[in-house]
């Protein structure tokens, strides 16, 4: 059974850092491509953060480059997202996904595990 659990969110001022991590069980990380994704209150879930399956090669929204890195520790079987020079913007729930059935890694139905997710508040 496929598992994700996040962890690492909290509250940060602007231009703060944060390393979310998500732990997964039922699978291998190295065998999917996996993603972070974030919903503001009364938002749409958007993709951030996609790592693919095979040369590990990465997709980023275009409002987090530069600010946010995806990687993945097989031997932990984890996954993980920093987060630097935060904004008041970034403000929001993350979740980690896996599982992605193709098409736009940024569709939220484009993946079909989530976990519970971890929240993200960064002060002005």
């Known amino acids: 059974q496929v598992q994700l659990v996040e962890s690492g969110g909290g509250s940060v001022q602007t231009g703060g850092s944060l390393r979310l991590s998500c732990a997964a069980s039922?699978?291998?990380?190295?065998?999917?491509?996996m993603a972070w994704f974030r919903q503001a209150p009364g938002k749409e879930r958007e993709g951030v953060a996609a790592?693919?399956?095979?040369?590990?090669?990465?997709s980023y929204a275009d409002s987090v480059k530069g600010r946010f890195t995806i990687s993945r520790d097989n031997a932990k079987n984890t996954v993980y997202l920093q987060m630097n020079s935060l904004q008041p913007e970034d403000t929001a729930m993350y979740y980690c996904?896996?599982?992605?059935?193709?098409?736009?890694?940024?569709?939220?139905?484009?993946?079909?595990?989530y976990g519970q997710g971890t929240q993200v508040t960064v002060s002005s």
């Open positions: 996904a896996a599982g992605y059935r193709g098409g736009v890694w940024r569709d939220r139905g484009n993946f079909e595990h």
């Open positions: 039922g699978f291998t990380v190295s065998s999917r491509s």
């Open positions: 790592m693919y399956l095979g040369n590990g090669g990465t």
